[in-house]
C-alpha cells in the first residue's frame, strides 16, 4: 500500500510538473510570430506556430508525419506549413494537404498532428491545451484590467526563467517577500516586515493578502481562473513617477518542461486621454527598467532554490495561499489524470 501511495504522489507531481491541461496560456508575444516558422516547447510538447497570409496564428506539433523532420525550419505557405526535409504540406489543422515528391500519396488528405486552437490578446499568443486532443476549447476571460482597454493602459513584459512554473506562480502568491526582497525597489522599500495573513474566496479564486496593510507595499494577490490561470495585485505608486494611485500587475505562467517556465506580466495603470500618454511616455523612459529590476531579483532567486526544495520546507502562516493555490492544482491535476486513465482503459 505504501509503495502504492508514493507512486501515485509521484504521478501526480509529474503531472503538476508537466502543466495542466483544459486551459488556455499564453506561449509567446505576438511580435515574436512573423512570417517565418517559429518553434517552441511548451508543456513539454514541441509546437511550431506561424501566421498565415491574413495574420492569424496556427499552432501544430513540430514534427512532419512523413519521417520526423522539425516543421519549424520549414516553409510558410499560409494556410499550411511545408518540411524543408521532403516538401510534405500539412494544414493548420494537422492534415496532410500535399505530398509534393508522390503522386497519390495515401499521407494526403489524413489528419496527423495535432493542432492548438490559437488565439491573441493583449500582445501574447495564446494556446489551448486539451486534456484530449479533440477537445473544445473553454471560454478565455480577462481582468477587468486586461479588458477595459478604454480606462486603463497596458505594457507586456515577457521572459524564460530557469526553474518550474509552480515556483513562478508561488512567488507571485507570496506577498510578503516584497518587503525583503525587493526592500530597495522604489515601489516596495515601505511597509510592515511583520504580517498576520488573511485568505479570501472570490468567484474565480481567491484572494491573500496581509491584515491592516493595503495600500503601502506588495500587500496583497488574487488568484484567478477564467480559462487561464492569472494572478492580480496593485502596488502604490506615488506621483512622481506619473498619475498617482494604484499599479497594477496581471501575471500568468507557462510551463516550458519541467526546469523551464516563461513568465508573462502586464504592467497596467488606469489612465486615459492625456495621462494615458504622458504615463506611457514616462513607463518606457524611467520605469521600465527598475520593473525589470524587481523581475530579476525574483529570477535570480528561484533559479537558485535548492534542490528538491519544495519536497524539504517548512512551511508557516505567511505560506496559506500557496498552500491553497497547490491543493487546487493537486485536486485539478487528479482529475485530469482520471480522465486520461478512464479513456486508456476504454481503448
Not at 505594457?155 to 517577500?177: G, I, R
Not at 488573511?198 to 507595499?217: A, H, M, R, W, Y
Not at 523612459?285 to 529570477?299: C, F, G, K, P
Request: glycine share 8%; aromatic share 12%; hydrophobic share 35%.
Amino acid at each position: 500500500m505504501a509503495a502504492n501511495m508514493t507512486d501515485s504522489a509521484q504521478t501526480l507531481q509529474s503531472y503538476l510538473d508537466q502543466g495542466l491541461r483544459g486551459m488556455w496560456y499564453p506561449v509567446l508575444a505576438s511580435w515574436e510570430v512573423g512570417n517565418n516558422p517559429v518553434g517552441i516547447t511548451r508543456l513539454e510538447q514541441q509546437l511550431v506556430l506561424w501566421r498565415d497570409n491574413d495574420g492569424a496564428i496556427h499552432a501544430l506539433e513540430d514534427r512532419c508525419p512523413h519521417r520526423g523532420a522539425r516543421l519549424s525550419m520549414g516553409w510558410n505557405l499560409g494556410d499550411r506549413i511545408a518540411c524543408w526535409y521532403h516538401g510534405v504540406e500539412i494544414g493548420g489543422d494537422g492534415t496532410v494537404k500535399d505530398v509534393p515528391a508522390v503522386d497519390s500519396c495515401p499521407l494526403v488528405g489524413q489528419k496527423c498532428l495535432r493542432s492548438y486552437p490559437a488565439k491573441e490578446a493583449y500582445g501574447a499568443v495564446f494556446l489551448y491545451f486539451g486534456i484530449t486532443a479533440d477537445e473544445e476549447p473553454i471560454e478565455l476571460t480577462f481582468p477587468q484590467e486586461l479588458s477595459d482597454d478604454t480606462n486603463y493602459s497596458n505594457f507586456l513584459c515577457t521572459a524564460s526563467w530557469d526553474c518550474n512554473y509552480q515556483y513562478a506562480l508561488e512567488n507571485v502568491m507570496d506577498p510578503m517577500h516584497g518587503t525583503y526582497l525587493h526592500s530597495s525597489s522604489h515601489s516596495m522599500a515601505e511597509g510592515d516586515r511583520k504580517a498576520d495573513m488573511e485568505l479570501e474566496p472570490t468567484d474565480s479564486g481567491f484572494v491573500f493578502k496581509k491584515n491592516g496593510q493595503i495600500g503601502v507595499n506588495f500587500d496583497w494577490v488574487e488568484f484567478g481562473s477564467s480559462g487561464a490561470y492569472w494572478m492580480r495585485l496593485s502596488i502604490p505608486y506615488k506621483k512622481r513617477f506619473g498619475p498617482g494611485g494604484h499599479f497594477w500587475i496581471i501575471g500568468m505562467v507557462v510551463p516550458e518542461d519541467k526546469d523551464h517556465c516563461r513568465v508573462f506580466f502586464w504592467r497596467i495603470r488606469q489612465v486615459k486621454d492625456w495621462q494615458r500618454d504622458v504615463w506611457r511616455f514616462m513607463y518606457r523612459n524611467r520605469l521600465e527598467q527598475l520593473h525589470w529590476d524587481v523581475l530579476e531579483q525574483d529570477r535570480i532567486v528561484l533559479e537558485n532554490m535548492a534542490p528538491n526544495a519544495r519536497g524539504r520546507e517548512y512551511l508557516y502562516q505567511h505560506d496559506v495561499g500557496l498552500s491553497r493555490l497547490r491543493r487546487m492544482m493537486q485536486k485539478e491535476a487528479r482529475q485530469q489524470l482520471a480522465i486520461l486513465s478512464e479513456l486508456q482503459a476504454a481503448q
